[in-house]
């Protein structure tokens, strides 16, 4: 069956960079596109950015200047790295496949917490 | 970007009732192909959102017919028919017409 799974550092100092990986399971990273969300604890979602299932990547603009998404698609992974972290940042970081119609399967999310 | 926009509840809302989310985006989300790219979610507590309704009226897998959306180009509808105790939760629609796909700010259902 489908399954995403999201793992990375639960703490990240700030102005430090995290390094988020998404692993898939149940379908190919070469037929469908997988989307970065966040959401700051308490509040509502964010799309952040896309890996295609072409490998074209797409951001948001407003963090496009810290974010880089990538694959490795032999180990069924998608990478998410955003540099220069602040306390707002703070939050639960999901993975998404997205399917004709939308993000139709959602990892459980990973919680970071920028703190010093 | 697109703005979302959506309304409140009256909460709480008593169960069995029915209970009407409404959703605007600055932009149509009419696209040429004659599809509204227009989704909603369900974040149920402590759960990651779930994927309700797509194209702004086709109901994903799995879901209950007790969901229902509706709209033109930039007004949308959700509707749930006589509600229960497992919808309770934030409900968010976000335009899937273009990038950055943008969410509303969410609308939060509790049931009496």
């Known amino acids: 069956q489908v399954q995403l799974t999201e793992s990375g550092p639960g703490l990240v100092h700030p102005s430090e960079t995290l390094s988020l990986t998404c692993t898939v399971s149940?379908?190919?990273?070469?037929?469908?596109?997988v989307y970065w969300v966040r959401q700051p604890s308490g509040k509502g979602l964010e799309w952040m950015g896309r890996?295609?299932?072409?490998?074209?990547?797409s951001y948001n603009s407003a963090l496009k200047s810290r974010l880089s998404i990538s694959r490795d698609t032999s180990k069924n992974q998608v990478f998410l790295k955003m540099n220069s972290l602040q306390t707002d940042d703070t939050g639960t970081y999901y993975c998404?496949?997205?399917?004709?119609?939308?993000?139709?399967?959602w990892g459980q999310g990973v919680m970071v917490t920028v703190s010093s | 970007d697109i703005v979302m926009t959506q309304g409140a509840l009256p909460n709480p809302v008593p169960s069995g009732e029915s209970a009407s989310i409404t959703c605007q985006s600055s932009?149509?989300?009419?696209?040429?192909?004659?599809?509204?790219?227009l989704n909603w979610y369900l974040q149920r507590p402590g759960q990651s959102p779930q994927l309700l309704i797509y194209?702004?009226?086709t109901r994903a897998s799995g879901v209950s017919d007790r969901f229902s959306g509706s709209g033109s180009g930039t007004d949308f509808t959700l509707k749930i028919s006589s509600v229960e105790a497992e919808d309770v939760g934030v409900y968010y629609c976000?335009?899937?017409?273009?990038?950055?796909?943008?969410f509303g700010s969410g609308t939060k259902l509790e049931i009496k």
């Open positions: 194209w702004m009226s």
């Open positions: 149940g379908f190919s990273l070469t037929g469908y596109s």
């Open positions: 932009k149509s989300l009419l696209h040429s192909n004659g599809k509204t790219y």
């Open positions: 976000q335009q899937f017409l273009e990038y950055p796909r943008t």
């Open positions: 890996m295609r299932y072409n490998g074209d990547t």
């Open positions: 998404t496949r997205v399917s004709y119609g939308g993000p139709d399967y």
